[in-house]
């Protein structure tokens, strides 16, 4: 075997992560590279677009290096090195500009001269004109330039020009033959979709490679040499890995230098190391990280991460189902977690249908605020759209407003205006009560809980919910038909002898016109948001829930880890757990977030109440509405406010044991990320509060000056 030096030993013949050298013993030659390495020597515009870790970056250095043995001139920019996203067009084109000189040419201090001199241009048109006038005027061999991380441009503003830009180059070799000498190879996590430009035309110049994991026969000769140095038999012991792997190149990596680095027997036990090493506590021992890059990517954007889970899901239950370029499938492919062949979908290899079994599927799904599915999708547009909830809400105020009319102001009853509308503002201040109660209900139903609204309504396990919701409405509406039909006209009555015909027009009627008002009070607006504001207790409690499970179970596992492992802890240990712990700091900021709205928008209402209309209510009326008020959305909004604080507090205590135990400064978390600190962000950022502030300060001066 004939190795560089460096590699003698069978401990540093493998290497996990990052990209491979063009000498390393341990790359892998597969179909690919031929047809990468063919197709730009012919002077083909490439794309190779995969999930990331499955060798791009390894296979563009191996090309790249053969094409220069060939007298081929190639150059390779990486796109994240190029500003960010919120980078002027200036400055990205002069970095590509840049990137090409200094790849290119030799005097690299000739460049800001020659971009300054040709300022009256656009960025664009002098990035055109340095590669038509200067970089294939200068060259005498053929050019490659390997765009690597492409899937970095496709938040930029500059994406579609750029594209098209790289498209003219491509249309330009009919009409000047030197830019045949011009290839471009582009390699990134994306899809030929998501290089669209805004017209929807696809970029669609030049020949995609297809990447697949290692076979057998092309994995032999590399991998095989590190193996035979620590194994008896290093082809059986790599089919064996392959078959857990799939082939996929970090995987494959990363186990065959577990054998050489753990297994002390020449007869290694490849099942008991995958799942030792690999598939047990694997977001823990997932270093270098590649299975929590494929979690990040399947939960990230949550209101997504559902469906990708549920089409993940068909394939764990069926095996494989039949490939389409629906996104959520896209999203799968690009993640790596599944793979395209002979027109099915399936999991790439055993490691993650191990890792990402139903089990770790039902739970996030479990955390995932649920989509509605497309056979609801027109309904839910309508239930959650301001445009139809607002004049719905309009027409509501006005129904109360012609209802507090009559009852105040047509009518003319003497004893509801004694008892009700002493101060003559009767009508306004009820009039505001119900303005403000519809603008909360539609805030609350359109905003803040949009997606429990729609799960409420539509979801088939949530029946039980809507039935009892029902339940109690009806219960309401046969209190009100009592309360104005019977009870309120008698208590306003007394122990006064009226006629019939009095009885009706000074005492029934009132209340007959009152009717309206009170029923869009309790039982459009009450109810519903009461029902809804307990559904979303209940079902943030159990998020929640969940995830505490989980960090508590990362706190063991973590500390377990740590304690087995041979070197000393770090302080990237300790970083990872303040990661840990700032997730779940913004995941409780999250959650109570939204109880704490609706609590301070109760408060306001209840202060309202005391303060300026309790002169309208009678005293039944008034505490039947208190009582509702506390018991319908104060109490659940109380509820998961202190239990999320102090099942935070509990989180947070259990974090500053497990850094004291593993000699760590915890000073950090304790004086940002304690239960106050969270507590008063939630309260100070909030302009509800703000409003109660200002009230308090408004009703002190008034009880001051009232002194």
């Not at 050298?21 to 690919?32: C, G, I, L, N």
């Not at 503003?157 to 249309?171: G, M, P, Q, S």
């Not at 001066?701 to 002194?707: L, M, Q, T």
């Amino acid at each position: 075997m004939n190795y560089d030096t460096s590699f003698k030993s069978a401990f540093n013949y493998y290497k996990v992560g990052g990209s491979l050298s063009p000498e390393h013993p341990s790359y892998v030659k597969r179909q690919a590279d031929e047809e990468l390495y063919t197709s730009l020597k012919n002077g083909d515009f490439c794309c190779v677009f995969n999930s990331r870790q499955m060798g791009k970056s390894s296979l563009r250095v191996q090309i790249r290096k053969k094409l220069e043995e060939e007298g081929i001139n190639c150059t390779s920019i990486d796109m994240t090195t190029i500003g960010s996203s919120d980078h002027t067009a200036e400055s990205f084109y002069a970095g590509i500009t840049f990137e090409l000189w200094s790849g290119f040419l030799d005097d690299v201090s000739r460049f800001y001269e020659w971009w300054q001199q040709h300022q009256v241009l656009s960025p664009l048109q002098r990035l055109s004109q340095f590669i038509d006038k200067v970089l294939l005027t200068e060259a005498s061999q053929n050019i490659v330039i390997f765009i690597d991380e492409i899937d970095n441009l496709i938040n930029r503003e500059t994406k579609d020009e750029f594209l098209e830009f790289i498209r003219a180059c491509y249309n330009q070799r009919a009409d000047k033959p030197k830019y045949k000498g011009l290839t471009f190879c582009l390699l990134g996590v994306v899809t030929p979709s998501d290089l669209k430009d805004k017209q929807g035309i696809p970029f669609n110049i030049g020949r995609t490679i297809e990447l697949s994991g290692f076979s057998l026969e092309e994995a032999k000769p590399s991998l095989t040499k590190g193996l035979a140095q620590k194994v008896d038999a290093p082809e059986k012991v790599l089919q064996e890995i392959l078959s857990w792997t799939g082939g996929q190149p970090f995987l494959t990596q990363k186990l065959c230098k577990l054998i050489v680095e753990k297994q002390e027997s020449s007869q290694p036990n490849i099942d008991t190391l995958v799942q030792n090493y690999i598939i047990k506590n694997w977001e823990f021992y997932d270093d270098p990280e590649h299975l929590r890059t494929i979690r990040n990517r399947l939960l990230f954007d949550q209101h997504l991460a559902y469906n990708r889970l549920k089409v993940y899901n068909q394939i764990l239950q069926y095996g494989q189902i039949d490939a389409s370029d629906d996104s959520e499938q896209i999203a799968l492919r690009l993640s790596g977690l599944v793979v395209k062949y002979q027109g099915k979908l399936k999991v790439c290899n055993q490691i993650y249908q191990n890792v990402f079994n139903q089990e770790w599927v039902e739970k996030n799904l479990a955390t995932l605020p649920q989509p509605v599915d497309t056979t609801s999708e027109f309904k839910s547009v309508r239930i959650l759209n301001y445009s139809l909830l607002v004049p719905i809400a309009i027409i509501l105020a006005v129904i109360s407003l012609i209802s507090l009319g009559f009852s105040y102001i047509v009518v003319e009853s003497k004893p509801w205006n004694q008892a009700y509308n002493s101060s003559n503002i009767g009508a306004i201040l009820e009039c505001i009560r119900v303005c403000f109660l519809l603008t909360l209900e539609v805030y609350v139903i359109c905003s803040e809980f949009s997606e429990e609204t729609i799960q409420l309504i539509l979801d088939k396990k949530f029946y039980l919910r809507r039935r009892t919701t029902c339940i109690v409405g009806f219960v309401f509406l046969l209190m009100l038909l009592f309360h104005h039909l019977w009870y309120g006209p008698h208590q306003l009555l007394g122990n006064n002898q009226v006629t019939s015909r009095e009885y009706f027009h000074q005492y029934l009627l009132p209340y007959l016109w009152y009717f309206p008002y009170s029923f869009i009070n309790f039982i459009i607006i009450g109810i519903p948001l009461s029902g809804l504001s307990i559904h979303v207790v209940i079902q943030d409690c159990s998020k929640l829930s969940i995830k505490i499970k989980k960090y508590h179970k990362y706190l063991t596992q973590v500390t377990n880890k740590i304690k087995k492992a041979s070197v000393p802890t770090s302080v990237a240990d300790k970083n990872e757990i303040i990661q840990e712990l700032k997730q779940i700091y913004w995941d409780f900021h999250e959650k109570i977030q939204r109880p704490i709205n609706l609590l301070l928008g109760i408060l306001i209402l209840i202060y309202f109440d005391a303060t300026f209309s309790r002169s309208t209510l009678s005293n039944s009326a008034y505490l039947w509405t208190q009582l509702f008020c506390i018991f319908g959305f104060m109490t659940p909004a109380i509820v998961l406010i202190l239990w999320g604080l102090l099942a935070y507090q509990k989180n947070l205590a259990e974090t500053i044991g497990v850094l004291f135990k593993l000699n760590f400064d915890f000073t950090e978390i304790e004086n940002q990320y304690n239960t106050v600190n969270l507590l008063k962000k939630l309260l100070i950022s909030n302009v509800l509060f703000r409003i109660i502030c200002v009230i308090c300060c408004l009703h002190i001066i008034y009880i001051i000056f009232k002194i």
